[in-house]
Protein backbone atom coordinates (compact mmCIF):
# COMPACT_ATOMS: atom_id res chain seq x y z
CA UNK A 1 0.00 0.00 0.00
CA UNK A 2 1.66 3.29 -1.08
CA UNK A 3 2.38 5.68 1.74
CA UNK A 4 0.82 9.31 1.44
CA UNK A 5 3.86 11.69 1.40
CA UNK A 6 4.61 13.61 4.19
CA UNK A 7 3.64 17.39 4.92
CA UNK A 8 7.08 19.45 4.19
CA UNK A 9 8.82 20.93 7.02
CA UNK A 10 7.62 24.01 8.64
CA UNK A 11 9.67 27.05 7.10
CA UNK A 12 9.01 29.11 10.87
CA UNK A 13 7.56 27.45 13.73
CA UNK A 14 6.97 28.55 17.20
CA UNK A 15 6.22 26.47 19.91
CA UNK A 16 4.77 28.06 23.47
CA UNK A 17 6.81 30.81 22.55
CA UNK A 18 5.97 34.30 24.37
CA UNK A 19 7.06 38.12 24.14
CA UNK A 20 8.40 40.65 26.14
CA UNK A 21 7.27 43.71 24.13
CA UNK A 22 4.34 44.79 22.90
CA UNK A 23 0.80 45.45 25.02
CA UNK A 24 -0.44 42.75 25.37
CA UNK A 25 2.58 40.59 25.02
CA UNK A 26 2.17 37.26 23.05
CA UNK A 27 1.69 34.29 25.11
CA UNK A 28 1.41 30.81 24.62
CA UNK A 29 2.16 30.79 21.03
CA UNK A 30 2.79 27.81 18.58
CA UNK A 31 2.27 28.27 14.85
CA UNK A 32 3.77 26.58 11.99
CA UNK A 33 4.40 27.88 8.89
CA UNK A 34 4.76 25.63 5.60
CA UNK A 35 5.91 26.45 1.99
CA UNK A 36 2.72 27.54 -0.26
CA UNK A 37 0.66 28.03 2.93
CA UNK A 38 -1.82 31.24 2.70
CA UNK A 39 -2.35 32.27 6.41
CA UNK A 40 -5.28 35.16 7.36
CA UNK A 41 -4.89 36.85 10.49
CA UNK A 42 -7.60 38.44 12.40
CA UNK A 43 -7.94 40.58 15.35
CA UNK A 44 -8.74 43.78 17.25
CA UNK A 45 -6.20 46.72 17.25
CA UNK A 46 -3.61 46.02 19.36
CA UNK A 47 -4.23 42.41 19.94
CA UNK A 48 -0.55 41.94 18.97
CA UNK A 49 -1.05 40.92 15.32
CA UNK A 50 2.57 42.98 14.10
CA UNK A 51 4.44 41.94 17.35
CA UNK A 52 3.32 38.49 16.06
CA UNK A 53 4.47 38.34 12.52
CA UNK A 54 8.40 40.40 13.99
CA UNK A 55 8.54 36.84 16.45
CA UNK A 56 7.55 34.71 13.26
CA UNK A 57 10.35 36.54 11.32
CA UNK A 58 13.13 37.15 13.85
CA UNK A 59 12.71 40.84 14.58
CA UNK A 60 12.15 39.85 17.92
CA UNK A 61 13.23 36.75 19.96
CA UNK A 62 10.97 34.54 22.10
CA UNK A 63 11.47 35.20 25.72
CA UNK A 64 10.01 31.72 26.59
CA UNK A 65 9.44 28.99 24.44
CA UNK A 66 10.90 28.48 21.14
CA UNK A 67 11.35 29.14 17.77
CA UNK A 68 13.03 27.03 14.89
CA UNK A 69 13.29 27.71 11.21
CA UNK A 70 14.10 25.10 8.43
CA UNK A 71 15.14 26.79 5.40
CA UNK A 72 17.89 25.74 2.39
CA UNK A 73 16.66 21.91 3.98
CA UNK A 74 19.51 23.24 7.25
CA UNK A 75 17.40 23.89 10.33
CA UNK A 76 18.09 26.57 12.77
CA UNK A 77 17.48 28.81 15.39
CA UNK A 78 19.18 31.84 14.14
CA UNK A 79 16.81 34.35 12.53
CA UNK A 80 19.78 36.00 10.65
CA UNK A 81 18.84 34.00 6.84
CA UNK A 82 15.28 34.02 8.31
CA UNK A 83 14.92 37.72 7.95
CA UNK A 84 15.74 37.78 4.17
CA UNK A 85 14.05 34.18 3.49
CA UNK A 86 10.44 35.50 5.34
CA UNK A 87 10.26 39.12 3.20
CA UNK A 88 7.66 41.69 5.28
CA UNK A 89 5.70 44.74 4.28
CA UNK A 90 5.11 46.94 7.10
CA UNK A 91 3.68 50.32 7.97
CA UNK A 92 7.02 50.66 10.00
CA UNK A 93 9.25 50.26 6.31
CA UNK A 94 7.16 52.75 4.98
CA UNK A 95 7.92 55.16 7.53
CA UNK A 96 11.27 54.72 7.44
CA UNK A 97 11.87 55.73 4.24
CA UNK A 98 9.55 58.68 4.25
CA UNK A 99 11.57 60.05 6.95
CA UNK A 100 15.33 59.39 5.29
CA UNK A 101 16.74 63.04 4.72
CA UNK A 102 18.43 62.07 1.27
CA UNK A 103 16.86 60.42 -2.09
CA UNK A 104 16.06 57.24 -2.51
CA UNK A 105 14.53 55.92 -5.64
CA UNK A 106 12.38 53.47 -6.13
CA UNK A 107 15.27 51.43 -7.58
CA UNK A 108 17.38 52.16 -4.84
CA UNK A 109 14.11 50.64 -2.62
CA UNK A 110 14.05 47.33 -4.41
CA UNK A 111 17.63 46.66 -4.95
CA UNK A 112 18.31 47.06 -1.14
CA UNK A 113 15.74 44.09 -1.02
CA UNK A 114 17.41 42.13 -3.27
CA UNK A 115 20.63 42.63 -1.19
CA UNK A 116 19.12 42.28 2.38
CA UNK A 117 19.85 45.45 3.27
CA UNK A 118 17.80 48.46 4.41
CA UNK A 119 19.59 51.08 2.52
CA UNK A 120 21.14 50.25 -1.10
CA UNK A 121 24.68 50.18 -0.25
CA UNK A 122 26.14 48.41 -3.22
CA UNK A 123 26.51 48.85 -7.02
CA UNK A 124 23.90 46.81 -8.12
CA UNK A 125 24.99 43.38 -9.94
CA UNK A 126 23.86 42.80 -13.46
CA UNK A 127 21.69 39.59 -11.73
CA UNK A 128 20.20 42.09 -9.41
CA UNK A 129 19.18 45.00 -12.42
CA UNK A 130 17.35 42.19 -14.44
CA UNK A 131 15.53 40.65 -10.94
CA UNK A 132 14.93 45.13 -11.03
CA UNK A 133 13.41 44.75 -14.40
CA UNK A 134 11.49 41.40 -13.76
CA UNK A 135 10.10 42.49 -10.75
CA UNK A 136 8.78 46.08 -11.72
CA UNK A 137 6.98 44.55 -14.48
CA UNK A 138 5.35 41.81 -12.08
CA UNK A 139 4.01 44.63 -9.88
CA UNK A 140 3.79 47.89 -12.35
CA UNK A 141 6.81 49.85 -11.23
CA UNK A 142 8.34 50.27 -14.71
CA UNK A 143 7.33 54.22 -14.67
CA UNK A 144 8.04 54.81 -10.97
CA UNK A 145 11.90 53.53 -11.19
CA UNK A 146 13.13 56.85 -10.95
CA UNK A 147 11.42 58.61 -8.45
CA UNK A 148 12.17 59.66 -5.22
CA UNK A 149 10.00 56.98 -2.73
CA UNK A 150 8.83 60.18 -0.79
CA UNK A 151 7.13 61.57 -3.34
CA UNK A 152 5.24 58.88 -4.53
CA UNK A 153 1.40 58.49 -2.82
CA UNK A 154 0.65 56.09 -0.32
CA UNK A 155 -1.03 53.36 -2.45
CA UNK A 156 2.25 53.72 -4.48
CA UNK A 157 4.56 53.61 -1.81
CA UNK A 158 2.92 50.00 -0.97
CA UNK A 159 3.23 48.51 -4.22
CA UNK A 160 7.27 49.35 -4.07
CA UNK A 161 7.15 47.65 -0.93
CA UNK A 162 5.43 44.62 -2.21
CA UNK A 163 8.54 44.83 -4.93
CA UNK A 164 11.48 45.39 -2.34
CA UNK A 165 10.25 42.11 -0.67
CA UNK A 166 10.21 40.18 -3.80
CA UNK A 167 13.22 41.06 -5.06
CA UNK A 168 15.46 38.00 -2.91
CA UNK A 169 12.56 35.80 -4.03
CA UNK A 170 11.76 35.36 -0.64
CA UNK A 171 10.09 31.65 0.67
CA UNK A 172 7.39 33.65 2.62
CA UNK A 173 5.84 37.04 2.35
CA UNK A 174 4.40 38.29 5.60
CA UNK A 175 1.99 41.79 5.11
CA UNK A 176 0.65 43.63 7.42
CA UNK A 177 -2.39 45.53 6.53
CA UNK A 178 -1.64 45.54 2.95
CA UNK A 179 -4.41 46.70 1.39
CA UNK A 180 -5.24 49.39 3.29
CA UNK A 181 -4.12 53.04 0.65
CA UNK A 182 -4.72 50.66 -2.27
CA UNK A 183 -7.37 51.56 -5.07
CA UNK A 184 -9.79 49.05 -6.32
CA UNK A 185 -8.18 48.54 -8.96
CA UNK A 186 -4.24 48.57 -7.47
CA UNK A 187 -5.96 45.73 -4.76
CA UNK A 188 -7.01 43.75 -8.20
CA UNK A 189 -3.83 43.70 -9.54
CA UNK A 190 -1.61 42.93 -6.85
CA UNK A 191 -3.91 40.04 -5.52
CA UNK A 192 -3.19 38.72 -9.06
CA UNK A 193 0.74 39.40 -8.47
CA UNK A 194 0.07 37.47 -4.72
CA UNK A 195 -2.12 34.81 -5.88
CA UNK A 196 0.22 34.00 -8.71
CA UNK A 197 3.56 33.98 -5.69
CA UNK A 198 1.44 31.51 -3.10
CA UNK A 199 0.56 29.21 -6.62
CA UNK A 200 5.19 29.32 -6.95
CA UNK A 201 5.37 28.03 -3.95
CA UNK A 202 5.67 30.72 -1.59
CA UNK A 203 4.06 31.04 1.45
CA UNK A 204 1.81 34.04 2.53
CA UNK A 205 0.88 35.74 5.79
CA UNK A 206 -1.72 38.54 5.80
CA UNK A 207 -2.67 40.64 8.51
CA UNK A 208 -5.59 42.57 7.76
CA UNK A 209 -8.88 44.00 8.96
CA UNK A 210 -10.55 43.39 5.67
CA UNK A 211 -10.28 40.13 4.94
CA UNK A 212 -13.37 40.46 2.17
CA UNK A 213 -10.30 42.16 0.09
CA UNK A 214 -7.46 38.81 0.23
CA UNK A 215 -6.66 37.26 -2.61
CA UNK A 216 -8.82 34.40 -3.44
CA UNK A 217 -6.61 31.47 -1.90
CA UNK A 218 -6.94 28.43 0.02
CA UNK A 219 -6.64 30.00 3.64
CA UNK A 220 -6.01 28.86 6.71
CA UNK A 221 -7.15 31.84 9.59
CA UNK A 222 -5.83 32.46 12.47
CA UNK A 223 -7.20 34.79 15.40
CA UNK A 224 -5.07 37.10 17.94
CA UNK A 225 -6.84 38.83 20.70
CA UNK A 226 -4.90 39.98 23.89
CA UNK A 227 -2.05 38.52 23.11
CA UNK A 228 -3.35 34.91 22.02
CA UNK A 229 -3.05 33.53 19.01
CA UNK A 230 -5.85 30.31 18.07
CA UNK A 231 -5.68 28.84 15.01
CA UNK A 232 -8.35 27.33 12.49
CA UNK A 233 -11.01 29.95 13.35
CA UNK A 234 -13.76 30.51 11.72
CA UNK A 235 -13.85 33.06 8.67
CA UNK A 236 -14.29 36.66 9.87
CA UNK A 237 -17.67 37.56 7.87
CA UNK A 238 -17.58 40.37 5.87
CA UNK A 239 -19.22 43.79 7.18
CA UNK A 240 -22.27 44.62 4.34
CA UNK A 241 -20.48 47.03 2.16
CA UNK A 242 -22.75 49.98 -0.08
CA UNK A 243 -22.79 49.38 -3.80
CA UNK A 244 -21.31 52.45 -4.59
CA UNK A 245 -20.78 55.80 -3.11
CA UNK A 246 -24.05 57.98 -1.98
CA UNK A 247 -23.91 61.71 -2.04
CA UNK A 248 -26.77 63.40 -0.05
CA UNK A 249 -28.63 66.42 -1.50
CA UNK A 250 -26.72 69.18 -0.54
CA UNK A 251 -28.20 72.06 1.70
CA UNK A 252 -28.18 75.88 0.71
CA UNK A 253 -24.10 76.54 0.29
CA UNK A 254 -23.00 79.76 2.19
CA UNK A 255 -19.59 81.68 2.15
CA UNK A 256 -16.37 80.53 0.62
CA UNK A 257 -13.85 78.49 3.42
CA UNK A 258 -11.36 77.11 0.95
CA UNK A 259 -10.81 79.03 -2.95
CA UNK A 260 -8.09 77.22 -4.79
CA UNK A 261 -7.14 79.65 -8.14
CA UNK A 262 -4.92 77.82 -10.95
CA UNK A 263 -2.87 75.81 -7.72
CA UNK A 264 -0.36 73.87 -8.63
CA UNK A 265 2.24 71.49 -6.59
CA UNK A 266 5.66 70.15 -7.20
CA UNK A 267 7.44 67.75 -4.82
CA UNK A 268 11.04 66.89 -5.08
CA UNK A 269 10.65 68.58 -8.56
CA UNK A 270 8.01 66.65 -9.34
CA UNK A 271 4.70 67.39 -10.29
CA UNK A 272 2.27 66.10 -7.96
CA UNK A 273 -0.82 68.41 -8.50
CA UNK A 274 -2.67 71.09 -10.64
CA UNK A 275 -3.36 73.37 -11.90
CA UNK A 276 -6.63 72.93 -10.02
CA UNK A 277 -9.55 75.47 -9.60
CA UNK A 278 -11.97 74.81 -6.71
CA UNK A 279 -14.61 76.48 -4.00
CA UNK A 280 -15.43 74.63 -0.90
CA UNK A 281 -18.13 76.61 0.69
CA UNK A 282 -20.09 76.19 3.83
CA UNK A 283 -22.94 73.82 3.72
CA UNK A 284 -20.79 71.77 1.12
CA UNK A 285 -19.20 68.14 2.33
CA UNK A 286 -16.73 66.92 0.11
CA UNK A 287 -15.83 63.22 -1.09
CA UNK A 288 -12.50 62.93 -2.83
CA UNK A 289 -11.53 59.84 -5.60
CA UNK A 290 -8.66 58.36 -7.27
CA UNK A 291 -6.84 56.12 -8.35
CA UNK A 292 -3.06 55.81 -6.24
CA UNK A 293 -0.95 58.89 -7.34
CA UNK A 294 -3.62 60.82 -9.04
CA UNK A 295 -2.84 64.34 -6.23
CA UNK A 296 -5.43 63.12 -3.63
CA UNK A 297 -3.12 63.36 -0.68
CA UNK A 298 -1.24 66.55 -1.87
CA UNK A 299 -5.10 67.88 -2.89
CA UNK A 300 -5.58 67.34 0.71
CA UNK A 301 -2.59 68.69 2.74
CA UNK A 302 -2.80 71.43 0.01
CA UNK A 303 -6.13 72.65 1.37
CA UNK A 304 -4.80 72.43 5.06
CA UNK A 305 -2.09 74.64 4.38
CA UNK A 306 0.80 71.88 4.81
CA UNK A 307 1.62 73.08 1.09
CA UNK A 308 2.06 75.92 -0.54
CA UNK A 309 1.10 76.35 -4.29
CA UNK A 310 4.07 77.11 -6.92
CA UNK A 311 4.66 80.69 -8.63
CA UNK A 312 1.07 81.98 -10.58
CA UNK A 313 -1.57 79.55 -8.30
CA UNK A 314 -3.05 81.08 -5.03
CA UNK A 315 -5.16 79.40 -1.95
CA UNK A 316 -7.18 81.71 0.23
CA UNK A 317 -8.95 80.95 3.21
CA UNK A 318 -11.36 83.37 4.04
CA UNK A 319 -12.82 82.02 7.21
CA UNK A 320 -9.57 82.63 8.95
CA UNK A 321 -8.88 86.24 10.70
CA UNK A 322 -4.45 85.25 9.96
CA UNK A 323 -3.97 83.00 7.27
CA UNK A 324 -0.98 81.65 9.38
CA UNK A 325 0.18 77.82 10.09
CA UNK A 326 -0.91 78.14 13.69
CA UNK A 327 -4.06 79.40 13.12
CA UNK A 328 -4.64 76.72 10.21
CA UNK A 329 -3.45 74.05 12.83
CA UNK A 330 -5.93 75.51 15.36
CA UNK A 331 -9.23 75.45 12.75
CA UNK A 332 -8.78 72.95 10.47
CA UNK A 333 -8.13 68.63 11.53
CA UNK A 334 -5.95 66.70 8.97
CA UNK A 335 -5.22 63.04 9.13
CA UNK A 336 -3.19 61.09 6.69
CA UNK A 337 -0.62 59.14 6.40
CA UNK A 338 2.05 61.67 6.72
CA UNK A 339 0.99 62.57 9.90
CA UNK A 340 1.11 59.37 11.43
CA UNK A 341 4.54 59.07 11.09
CA UNK A 342 5.40 62.32 12.15
CA UNK A 343 4.15 60.75 15.45
CA UNK A 344 5.79 57.80 15.59
CA UNK A 345 7.62 59.03 18.51
CA UNK A 346 7.47 59.10 22.59
CA UNK A 347 4.99 61.16 23.02
CA UNK A 348 1.44 60.23 25.39
CA UNK A 349 -1.32 59.55 23.52
CA UNK A 350 -2.48 62.54 26.13
CA UNK A 351 0.24 64.64 23.90
CA UNK A 352 -0.55 63.45 20.71
CA UNK A 353 -4.34 64.56 21.42
CA UNK A 354 -3.73 67.42 23.48
CA UNK A 355 -1.41 69.09 20.84
CA UNK A 356 -4.74 69.70 18.38
CA UNK A 357 -5.64 72.62 20.90
CA UNK A 358 -2.09 74.37 20.48
CA UNK A 359 -1.84 73.78 17.13
CA UNK A 360 1.43 71.78 17.37
CA UNK A 361 2.54 68.26 16.89
CA UNK A 362 4.30 65.95 19.39
CA UNK A 363 4.15 68.20 22.62
CA UNK A 364 1.24 70.45 23.71
CA UNK A 365 0.75 72.93 25.82
CA UNK A 366 -0.86 72.41 29.57
CA UNK A 367 -4.08 72.13 28.80
CA UNK A 368 -7.05 73.35 31.35
CA UNK A 369 -9.17 71.23 32.96
CA UNK A 370 -12.15 71.76 30.45
CA UNK A 371 -9.37 70.57 27.61
CA UNK A 372 -8.06 67.50 29.36
CA UNK A 373 -11.79 66.72 30.01
CA UNK A 374 -12.75 66.70 26.43
CA UNK A 375 -9.59 64.34 25.70
CA UNK A 376 -10.46 62.09 28.38
CA UNK A 377 -14.27 62.43 26.56
CA UNK A 378 -13.54 61.58 23.42
CA UNK A 379 -10.54 59.10 23.66
CA UNK A 380 -13.72 56.81 25.74
CA UNK A 381 -15.51 57.53 22.65
CA UNK A 382 -12.67 55.99 20.69
CA UNK A 383 -11.66 52.83 22.62
CA UNK A 384 -8.46 55.18 23.65
CA UNK A 385 -8.81 55.79 26.90
CA UNK A 386 -5.95 53.53 27.93
CA UNK A 387 -3.39 54.53 25.54
CA UNK A 388 -2.90 58.64 27.21
CA UNK A 389 -0.25 57.45 28.69
CA UNK A 390 1.47 55.19 26.65
CA UNK A 391 4.40 56.61 24.04
CA UNK A 392 3.06 56.62 20.52
CA UNK A 393 5.84 54.55 19.36
CA UNK A 394 5.01 51.61 21.49
CA UNK A 395 1.37 51.89 19.87
CA UNK A 396 0.27 49.29 16.65
CA UNK A 397 -0.95 51.19 13.53
CA UNK A 398 -4.39 51.10 14.79
CA UNK A 399 -4.08 52.42 18.35
CA UNK A 400 -2.47 55.45 16.87
CA UNK A 401 -4.96 55.96 14.60
CA UNK A 402 -7.28 56.00 17.15
CA UNK A 403 -5.27 58.79 18.87
CA UNK A 404 -4.72 60.53 15.66
CA UNK A 405 -8.76 60.67 14.86
CA UNK A 406 -8.91 62.21 18.21
CA UNK A 407 -6.61 65.05 17.44
CA UNK A 408 -7.99 65.61 14.67
CA UNK A 409 -11.73 66.03 16.30
CA UNK A 410 -11.02 67.35 19.90
CA UNK A 411 -10.84 70.68 19.42
CA UNK A 412 -13.96 70.55 16.96
CA UNK A 413 -12.40 72.15 13.91
CA UNK A 414 -14.55 74.07 10.99
CA UNK A 415 -12.28 71.67 8.68
CA UNK A 416 -12.11 68.29 8.88
CA UNK A 417 -9.72 66.51 6.04
CA UNK A 418 -9.51 62.74 6.28
CA UNK A 419 -7.27 60.99 3.93
CA UNK A 420 -7.89 57.49 4.17
CA UNK A 421 -8.92 58.34 7.84
CA UNK A 422 -10.31 54.82 8.61
CA UNK A 423 -7.24 52.84 7.29
CA UNK A 424 -5.96 50.30 10.09
CA UNK A 425 -9.05 50.38 11.90
CA UNK A 426 -10.70 47.37 13.13
CA UNK A 427 -14.54 46.94 12.06
CA UNK A 428 -16.15 47.78 15.79
CA UNK A 429 -13.75 51.02 15.43
CA UNK A 430 -14.57 52.20 12.16
CA UNK A 431 -18.27 52.01 13.34
CA UNK A 432 -17.80 54.09 15.83
CA UNK A 433 -15.85 56.71 14.37
CA UNK A 434 -18.54 57.47 11.35
CA UNK A 435 -21.11 57.79 13.58
CA UNK A 436 -18.97 60.66 15.78
CA UNK A 437 -18.00 61.59 12.26
CA UNK A 438 -21.99 62.57 11.91
CA UNK A 439 -22.23 63.97 15.40
CA UNK A 440 -19.61 66.33 14.40
CA UNK A 441 -20.89 67.57 11.16
CA UNK A 442 -24.14 68.37 12.70
CA UNK A 443 -21.99 70.33 15.21
CA UNK A 444 -20.56 72.87 12.48
CA UNK A 445 -17.34 70.93 11.19
CA UNK A 446 -16.91 70.61 7.27
CA UNK A 447 -15.60 67.19 5.72
CA UNK A 448 -13.50 66.58 3.53
CA UNK A 449 -13.18 62.73 2.90
CA UNK A 450 -10.18 60.89 0.52
CA UNK A 451 -11.61 57.27 0.72
CA UNK A 452 -11.30 54.07 -1.59
CA UNK A 453 -13.75 52.22 -0.55
CA UNK A 454 -17.58 53.02 -0.33
CA UNK A 455 -17.97 52.32 3.48
CA UNK A 456 -15.14 54.36 4.11
CA UNK A 457 -17.49 57.50 3.38
CA UNK A 458 -19.61 58.84 6.42
CA UNK A 459 -22.86 59.91 5.30
CA UNK A 460 -23.58 63.18 4.73
CA UNK A 461 -21.24 64.16 2.00
CA UNK A 462 -22.57 66.32 -0.59
CA UNK A 463 -20.31 67.08 -3.53
CA UNK A 464 -17.67 64.81 -5.32
CA UNK A 465 -14.27 66.03 -6.94
CA UNK A 466 -11.95 62.68 -8.60
CA UNK A 467 -8.79 63.41 -9.56
CA UNK A 468 -6.55 61.76 -12.33
CA UNK A 469 -2.61 62.94 -13.27
CA UNK A 470 -2.82 65.51 -10.39
CA UNK A 471 -5.94 67.18 -12.24
CA UNK A 472 -10.00 67.34 -11.97
CA UNK A 473 -11.99 64.88 -13.90
CA UNK A 474 -15.27 64.75 -12.41
CA UNK A 475 -17.34 67.86 -12.99
CA UNK A 476 -18.05 69.52 -10.20
CA UNK A 477 -21.36 70.47 -8.68
CA UNK A 478 -22.21 74.46 -9.17
CA UNK A 479 -21.52 76.71 -6.18
Known amino acids: MDQLPSAPAPLAELTDAATGRGLPPLQHVTFSLRPGEAWLISGPNGGGKSTFLKLLRGELSPTHGTRRYVLDGQARTSAVRAMKALALVSPEQEAFYLTRDWVQTVSDVLLSGFSGDTLRLWEASPEALARLDEVAGQVGLHALLKRDFRTLSHGQRRRALLGRALMPRPQALLLDEFTDGLSMAARKELRGVLETVVAQ ?8 HRPEEAPKLNWRHARIE ?40 YRNGHHALGPVTWTWREGQHWLVTGENGSGKSTFARLVAGEFHPSLGGRVSRPFLKRDLLSERQRHIGLLGAEVAIRQRRGWTGLEVIGSAYGGTEGFAHPLTGEQRQQVEALAARLGASDLLTRPADTLSQGQLRRLLLGRALVHRPRLLILDEGLDFLDVGTRAGVLDLLGEWTRGGTHLLVIAHREEDAPPGLTHHLELDGGKVTQPLPST
Not at 201 to 208: D, I, S, Y
Not at 231 to 249: G, I, K, N, Q
Open 201 to 208: GTALVLVT
Open 226 to 265: AGTLAVDTLTPAPPSRPARFELSVPAPTGPVLVQLDHAEV
